[in-house]
């Protein structure tokens, strides 16, 4: 949460810097030299930037949820669209996920092995057309639904035939990924991209349709309340294409979303209208009222699931498979106390590797090595956890998401508080130089099952300080006390970390969520001037929403809430700083540790390669809005003007912000009280103006 200095209250709140200690040294410097930095701001400029997680060209328009309810209410309907897709939703999701286990993973794995019609008898047909439909739109980014649907039911037709009686055809014998990158290069495409990839064979036809929906990545718009009466007319009138249109907005949308995951969603959806609108009885009274309620429902948890994979994805290609597979050691070690280290690291294999196919968009490989870990961690729930058999006992579809937030197991009643064998076994320099990263595994395994009160980037900073120390001294010539000192670095550390996350919740819990965000916007708009009001609101708005849930939890789970959640809002900047380069500053740290991008972003003081905003004639526009009774409105329109004052001026003072503010607030009292406040503001603002400039330039 918010870091405070031992002597004052530093602003930049949640990711203020810790003090510099051993622990720290030499961890930001590896990975990305300055000069990178500057290449790729340069190459930015130059329109042809492509981050290291993919870049972002987005073929379709965003549009709001009323936009996507007139666009789902066609004139005439395809022969595909009036497919049964409620019924076949229900059907996938009320079947196992043996989905997965049925579909083919790569040509090379079938090969003379299972064909379409067996795969199609396995499967039935509606669930062979639903993930169909799914696949073909995530694909081809730049299609429609009536085409996707045609596909399917086109790949579906094939199917039924060969599981009926053409087995022997050559398109029946054909691997199934071929099968639907063949349909799809049946199509006339008006997209070049797609013609490039059609030209491949095999293996490279299908890494560049992966390549596609890297460009394709995109996002669910705000689902805001839609015209209610004309959404429950266009339900009531085209019911089951209208969900199947959802299904398909979602899926190309969220291009490497896994299937059971947009299915899920399209459930809800559907649960929504069916609550808002009534059914046969008809619309439900308080239509607005009751979009406004059910709306959330649907699209969060897609939203959630669609950042948390991102973010995973953004880990494992700035940082690399080692920081994924550490990250994901101390996750599964806290989760499970009582396994033991083998069984761990076999599932932090599993789960490293489930996330480099789920990554690379391969939706077929990542369902099925979902299940298999699903499927391993239910059947040895002995030796796992004694929390996770009513997550074992759901339907497949909830289950992995029930395991993931369910609460950590109780650790081993024998286990010792210490680690002290890491650093007083005297063999440890010699097992360190043999088997480096087993030892480094072994010893964050042992520290974060130990430990479930830190989070899972402290124990990373532990690990890498663990590290830190044993090159350090195992070095010839190190004295023999080196090691030793290791321990009350450590206990210094931690100890400092709690210290700013209580007093940082204290703060927190004075102020309030207003004021608490100002704060975080002054830090930021310092730091990252660069960055426009409405990221720099949207940013802080969610290290608040951070603030307002992990101040009122336990001290025992303060620091994982607050600095993985945290994790998360640094990763979207993170990511925003690669679609379109920030600063210098930002861009160190965001590329050179994954550990310590917090405390690295929290170092960032006033960026000096900023060049200020001019004063000019319409740089401060004040207006009646000003007098809007609207707490919420006026909030936002007076940290849009925080933001501005902060980009005019930088280096402005506690003092000199104060007094600024005094005089803007006496204006908005002396013009909000008069019978035409358009009028006063006209001419009160250039005075305030001109009184704001002597008061900064004193």
């Not at 349909?183 to 008006?190: A, D």
């Not at 797609?194 to 996002?219: P, T, V, Y």
């Not at 805001?224 to 009466?229: F, I, K, S």
């Not at 002396?670 to 035409?676: L, S, V």
Request: include cysteine.
């Amino acid at each position: 949460m918010v870091i405070i200095n031992a002597a004052k209250m530093c602003v930049g709140y949640l990711i203020q810097p810790f003090p510099v200690t051993p622990w720290e040294l030499g961890a930001g410097e590896s990975l990305y030299s300055k000069e990178e930095c500057r290449n790729n701001r340069i190459t930015a400029e130059l329109g042809i930037f492509q981050s290291l997680i993919g870049s972002k060209v987005t073929f379709c328009t965003a549009i709001t949820f009323e936009q996507f309810i007139k666009q789902t209410h066609p004139k005439s309907l395809p022969k595909s669209d009036r497919m049964n897709w409620r019924t076949i939703l229900y059907a996938v999701l009320l079947v196992s996920l043996t989905v997965a286990k049925a579909l083919p993973r790569t040509s090379r794995d079938v090969e003379g092995k299972t064909s379409i019609g067996q795969r199609f008898s396995q499967l039935h047909e509606n669930n062979f057309k639903a993930i169909a439909l799914i696949m073909f739109a995530q694909y081809v980014p730049g299609g429609t639904f009536g085409r996707a649907a045609g596909m399917a039911e086109r790949v579906t037709d094939l199917a039924r035939s060969c599981a009926a009686a053409a087995r022997d055809s050559p398109d029946c014998l054909k691997p199934l990924d071929r099968i639907f990158f063949d349909t799809i290069c049946q199509e006339k495409w008006q997209i070049p991209r797609i013609a490039d990839c059609c030209a491949e064979e095999d293996s490279e036809r299908n890494d560049c349709f992966l390549s596609l929906k890297n460009l394709s990545q995109g996002f669910i718009p705000p689902l805001q309340r839609p015209d209610a009466e004309a959404a429950c007319r266009n339900y009531s009138q085209h019911q089951q294409p209208l969900t199947a249109h959802f299904t398909y907005e979602v899926s190309r949308k969220h291009p490497f979303l896994p299937a059971p995951t947009i299915l899920s969603v399209a459930l809800r959806y559907e649960e929504m209208m069916k609550r808002c609108c009534g059914g046969a009885e008809g619309p439900s009274q308080h239509l607005e009222q009751c979009f406004q309620t059910q709306t959330p429902k649907v699209v969060k948890p897609v939203r959630e699931d669609a950042l948390r994979q991102e973010h995973t994805c953004g880990i494992l290609k700035k940082f690399g498979e080692r920081t994924l597979k550490a990250l994901k050691l101390t996750q599964i070690s806290q989760k499970f106390p009582k396994a033991d280290f083998v069984t761990v690291h076999k599932l932090v294999m599993d789960v490293a590797d489930m996330h480099k196919d789920c990554c690379r968009g391969d939706m077929l490989d990542c369902m099925q090595d979902r299940e298999d870990i699903l499927q391993y961690v239910c059947s040895n729930q002995h030796i796992l956890s004694s929390k996770i058999q009513q997550c074992c006992e759901q339907p497949l579809l909830q289950r992995s998401e029930c395991i993931v937030h369910v609460e950590n197991d109780d650790k081993p009643a024998d286990l010792s508080p210490h680690v002290r064998e890491f650093i007083e076994d005297k063999g440890i320099c010699e097992r360190f130089a043999q088997e480096k990263d087993t030892h480094l595994a072994r010893f964050l395994y042992e520290y974060s099952r130990r430990h479930p009160e830190f989070s899972a980037q402290m124990l990373l900073r532990i690990g890498k300080g663990y590290e830190d120390l044993l090159q350090e001294c195992c070095m010839p010539g190190a004295p023999s006390s080196c090691l030793s000192r290791g321990e009350e670095e450590l206990r210094k550390h931690i100890y400092e970390t709690e210290s700013v996350m209580r007093t940082s919740c204290d703060i927190y819990n004075e102020k309030g969520d207003y004021y608490f965000q100002n704060e975080l916007l002054m830090s930021f708009t310092k730091k990252m001037p660069q960055l426009t009001s409405a990221e720099l609101i949207k940013f802080t708005k969610e290290m608040t929403t951070i603030g307002s849930k992990c101040c009122q939890v336990g001290q025992d789970k303060l620091l994982p809430c607050a600095e993985e959640n945290l994790d998360l809002v640094l990763g979207e900047i993170c990511r925003r700083h690669l679609a379109d380069p920030i600063n210098p500053g930002v861009c160190r740290c965001c590329s050179s540790s994954y550990a310590f991008r917090r405390p690295c972003i929290g170092k960032l003081e006033v960026d000096e390669s900023y060049v200020p905003l001019a004063l000019t004639p319409g740089l401060f526009a004040f207006h009646g809005d000003l007098c809007t009774t609207e707490e919420e409105k006026l909030q936002h329109r007076k940290q849009e003007m925080l933001i501005t004052l902060l980009k005019y001026k930088p280096q402005i003072s506690p003092e000199q912000l104060g007094s600024v503010t005094a005089a803007f607030s006496a204006m908005r009292e002396q013009c909000c009280g008069e019978a035409n406040p358009e009028a006063c503001f006209l001419k009160e603002g250039p005075e305030l103006i001109k009184r704001s400039e002597k008061m900064l330039s004193a």
